[in-house]
């Protein structure tokens, strides 16, 4: 499961892209924003549990927030163990819906 995977995500205030590597138990991403995002995941069984935190480069969020240059948000999910299918899942970003999918880029060792 070690890959760069492209990200599309979309929320009540619009839409974004951008890549996150997932893997060994790390998530670490970049959105078209400039926001970056740090985090940890297990896998158990067939789901992916992690957390991870967004600091945005400043601006407003696609679930209507809008945070300064710095601010952060709280992303928790729980994705399938095919998560990288192009359908849309679910995540909470700052106790808001936010709808991710993911397209495999290519493996990392």
Do not use: E, W
Not at 44 to 73: E, K, M, N
């Amino acid at each position: 499961m070690s890959a760069l995977y492209q990200m599309r995500y979309q929320g009540v205030a619009g839409n974004g892209h951008g890549a996150m590597y997932i893997g060994k138990g790390v998530v670490i991403g970049i959105d078209i924003s400039g926001a970056r995002y740090h985090g940890t995941y297990t896998l158990s069984g067939t789901t992916i549990d992690g957390t991870a935190t967004l600091t945005s480069s400043g601006g407003a969020l696609v679930t209507g927030q809008d945070l300064p240059a710095g601010g952060t948000v709280h992303i928790t999910f729980s994705l399938p163990a095919g998560f990288d299918d192009g359908q849309y899942h679910h995540v909470i970003g700052g106790g808001r819906r936010v709808g991710v999918s993911f397209n495999k880029i290519g493996d990392i060792p």
